[in-house]
């Protein structure tokens, strides 16, 4: 199956900085999508992006599918933004297996 | 979380009990999922559904169970619980426009 490997795993930052997440994928997909886990456990959908370019406010997020990466920018970084951040990704196929990376983990500190 | 939610929010399991955990969704999709994730860990499909009357298994799915008798209920169930059950367990939804996916927001399941 496919394998989803995140980088860097752990990552401090100061607020105020910003950050680029990476995530690589070992074959083609239709599908990835990047997501916050924040503290209390909670999913948070950020992106839903298997080619091009998205911004929404201080994030944004871009795949290159050709070259089996994605990223993900983080400008001006708020402790809210905390957290565990996925990659997901899914080949093509009826139900749409979607396979995690192990995430990488983000602190903001004040 | 997309109209997905989960019941309960914490349970704590003997080892050897059973129980459902509850998924369900206001929004009529056909797609349903059920993952589990381990401590710092991305998740794992355990089973999924893509319709009333029909399920399948994902990677992970011995010691589970699942049925779809209509849209809107995919409930998970344990019947042997083991420590190796110890999780926290998302339900989620395929989304109308396409690939992405909606989660719920989560299970904690202590199993001892």
């Known amino acids: 199956g496919i394998q989803v490997e995140q980088s860097p795993p752990d990552l401090i930052l100061q607020e105020g900085a910003n950050s680029t997440l990476r995530c690589n994928f070992s074959d083609s997909v239709n599908n990835l999508q990047w997501f916050h886990q924040n503290p209390w456990g909670q999913l948070i959908n950020l992106f839903y992006i298997p080619s091009g370019t998205k911004q929404n406010g201080r994030l944004s997020a871009t795949t290159v599918a050709t070259e089996r990466y994605s990223l993900l920018y983080i400008s001006s970084s708020q402790t809210t933004d905390s957290g565990v951040y996925f990659c997901?990704?899914?080949?093509?196929?009826?139900?749409?297996?979607?396979?995690f990376g192990i995430g990488t983990k983000l602190q903001v500190i004040p | 979380n997309a109209g997905v939610t989960q019941t309960p929010k914490f349970r704590i399991l003997k080892i050897g009990q059973s129980m459902t955990l509850q998924c369900t969704q206001d929004m009529n999709h056909n797609y349903m999922y059920w993952y589990r994730q381990d401590p710092g860990m991305g998740l794992k499909l355990i089973y999924y559904?893509?319709?009333?009357?029909?399920?399948d298994k994902g990677e992970v799915p011995n010691g589970y169970n699942v049925s779809r008798s209509t849209t809107e209920d995919f409930p998970l169930r344990l019947e042997l619980a083991a420590p190796s059950q110890t999780s926290v367990y998302f339900c989620?939804?395929?989304?109308?426009?396409?690939?992405?996916?909606?989660f719920g927001p989560g299970t904690r399941l202590t199993v001892l």
């Open positions: 559904s893509v319709g009333a009357g029909i399920t």
């Open positions: 997901a990704v899914g080949s093509s196929g009826g139900y749409q297996k979607v396979t």
């Open positions: 989620a939804i395929r989304g109308p426009l396409g690939n992405e996916q909606f």
